[in-house]
């Protein structure tokens, strides 16, 4: 349910969780979101909204969220460990540790 304040001398209906913005567009842009909202039955806000969480979500997939590359240089595995498991790796390297 919303709540009524008064912004700049106006009673406007405020949702809790939902803010108001100004954004400028191109205006062929606008009118191609418009006649879009109308012929999918939506709205524009409603396009803005999805637009701008599809386009978050391919900048996040873009983003560094690894660990640098801390490789060293070598022959990989000593011979004792080359065709072992994961489970016998791990458990040479921690022992009862674990």
């Known amino acids: 349910m919303g709540v009524w304040v008064v912004i700049d001398g106006r009673m406007v ?3 809790p969780g939902w803010v108001k913005t100004t954004v400028e567009l191109p205006e062929e842009l606008l009118r191609a979101a418009q006649r879009t909202a ?3 039955g939506t709205t ?8 701008l969480r599809l386009a978050l979500a391919r900048h996040l997939d873009h983003e560094v969220t ?3 590359d801390a490789s060293v ?5 000593r011979p004792e460990f080359r065709g072992a ?14």
């Open 13 to 15: 209906i405020r949702y």
């Open 38 to 40: 109308r012929r999918e």
């Open 44 to 51: 524009v806000k409603s396009l803005l909204e999805e637009g």
């Open 66 to 68: 690894g660990l640098r």
């Open 73 to 77: 240089g070598g022959n990989g595995l």
């Open 85 to 98: 498991s994961w489970a016998e790796i791990r458990n040479a390297a921690y022992g009862d540790r674990l």
